[in-house]
């Protein structure tokens, strides 16, 4: 039997407020599992925390600790993150501590008001689940590195997990918190110039209600929004952060460009002669799987210094749409084989990028490196994230099994697992378009996304004929994942 705490219903009457008026009260056995999904998570902050101290801090994170000491951006790393960084530092607490512990007090910080949510509504398993899922290795062992990405997942979580602690009940939230979800969503827009593809969904679900139920229009407001993101995050960059520009957006262009002329042929792209074009097909440097190689000096550097010379400034973007207006089917062939690289659907299991970092790049600035003690967690990081289990397309395919099963939303726990495989959904395609490099990081923010989407699902009305067909589609995938981790050799580019 459930215990109240007011025991006016022991006497046949509802809880009473000022002025006789009733009032609805959570039973008390509820709450206790509320808090006690808080406690715990807290508990697993504290652990990760002093396990992994003082944070990984890899190649980028050094590269934008000097801007952070030289007080000088530019926009190839975001600025928002480094300025964040500079005041920090500013008030005395040197090194990557400090964005460590603030990315890390954002992931389990929304982790505990996600699963809280859920075992205050009586899915104590569902919020078990959001813990485990907290602390599997190839998410946590990327969210410990001071980066973007881990910047990134922890403002969206802690934003999904502040906003669901009333949206999975349908309530409105408080202005209060609206403006801090705001505030997150915004933070998270800032610092990977892609994020806007997760980050509208987002907001139009979790602070504008949305019920999902008019995809095309929805569709159209959501592309148009992000459409609208995207053109205002350069200004936003280099005018109101002050950051110069670096060139970043020309990388796109040059991989695009040298993936053309990998599937059309030399003569596809005059830019570079067709010698150094063979001569990089021959030592295998144009590869959809990362961009890399055609600008590393060890590999083909030449190639990306001839496109650069060749095309300065906006010739470069007229002779890419050029490209790709004279060979679409090139185009489309090589973007389709980097979606394939990046959600690592028909790959193998050794791929460059995969397993999270064990210690910090070597420097000269004071970014020390955590205790050795991580480094079996982070080897079984490597593990799972090569295995078919840690596949981007699977966590992709429980993303579209979730919206094909709960759409239209038709509660609040309904809307949250909507909005949240969209926000999915539209991260990982959106890669299909603009990616230039297969990095495991990259994900994180799609499956936790996937998998909490999955878990609000447990408190709506599904119906059973529409999870079968789900089920049998992740299925599905998850059989041709593993057929290729079986049978495929490594991939590994000449770097």
């Not at 459930?2 to 006789?20: E, I, L």
């Not at 008026?21 to 504290?46: C, E, H, N, T, Y």
């Not at 403006?179 to 892609?194: E, P, S």
């Not at 973007?317 to 090139?330: D, F, G, N």
Request: proline letters at 7%.
């Amino acid at each position: 039997m459930t215990t109240y705490r007011s025991r006016s219903q022991a006497f046949g009457g509802a809880p009473r407020g000022r002025g006789g008026r009733a009032l609805q009260r959570k039973p008390i056995g509820a709450r206790r599992k509320a808090l006690a999904a808080l406690i715990a998570a807290a508990l697993l902050a504290a652990i990760t925390l002093a396990f992994f101290w003082p944070g990984v801090a890899s190649y980028d994170s050094v590269v934008q600790y000097q801007q952070v000491l030289s007080g000088q951006y530019d926009d190839w790393h975001p600025p928002a993150m480094a300025q964040l960084w500079a005041l920090v530092h500013g008030l005395g607490w040197r090194g990557q501590a400090p964005m460590f512990v603030l990315q890390l007090l954002l992931y389990w910080g929304g982790l505990a008001l996600f699963a809280g949510a859920l075992a205050r509504r009586g899915q104590a398993v569902a919020a078990l689940v959001v813990l485990l899922l907290g602390i599997w290795p190839p998410l946590l062992g990327w969210q410990i590195a001071v980066l973007k990405d881990g910047q990134m997942a922890g403002a969206l979580l802690a934003a999904v997990g502040l906003a669901s602690w009333w949206r999975l009940d349908d309530r409105r939230l408080p202005l209060w918190a609206a403006a801090l979800v705001l505030g997150l969503l915004g933070y998270a827009t800032l610092i990977r110039f892609n994020a806007a593809f997760a980050t509208v969904p987002l907001a139009f679900g979790l602070l504008g209600g949305l019920r999902w139920d008019r995809p095309l229009f929805q569709a159209v407001l959501v592309l148009t929004a992000t459409a609208a993101v995207l053109g205002a995050l350069t200004p936003i960059n280099q005018r109101l952060l002050q950051a110069k520009p670096s060139g970043v957006e020309r990388s796109l262009p040059l991989f695009d460009l040298a993936g053309i002329a990998h599937r059309a042929g030399p003569d596809a792209v005059p830019l570079v002669p067709a010698r150094l074009w063979r001569k990089a097909e021959a030592k295998g440097c144009l590869t959809p799987i990362l961009w890399d190689p055609i600008g590393d000096e060890k590999a083909c550097g030449y190639i990306v210094d001839t496109m650069q010379r060749a095309a300065p400034g906006s010739k470069l973007r007229s002779a890419w749409i050029e490209a790709i207006a004279t060979h679409p089917l090139a185009y489309a062939g090589h973007r389709i084989a980097h979606w394939n690289s990046e959600m690592r659907f028909w790959m193998p299991a050794k791929m460059p990028g995969t397993g999270p970092l064990a210690g910090s790049e070597p420097n000269s600035l004071g970014l020390a490196s955590p205790n050795k003690r991580i480094v079996g967690f982070q080897k079984l990081g490597t593990t799972l994230a090569s295995s078919a289990a840690g596949a981007p397309i699977l966590w992709f395919a429980v993303a579209l099994g979730v919206l094909f099963c709960a759409w239209p939303a038709r509660d609040g726990a309904g809307g949250v697992a909507v909005t949240l495989a969209l926000s999915a959904i539209f991260t990982e395609l959106a890669f299909g378009l603009v990616g230039v490099a297969s990095d495991y990081r990259y994900h994180c923010w799609g499956m936790l996304a996937a998998g909490l989407a999955l878990l609000a699902t447990t408190g709506t009305r599904l119906a059973p004929q529409r999870v079968l067909i789900a089920v049998l589609g992740v299925a599905i995938v998850a059989a041709v994942v593993i057929v290729a981790r079986v049978t495929l050799p490594p991939a590994l580019p000449p770097l």
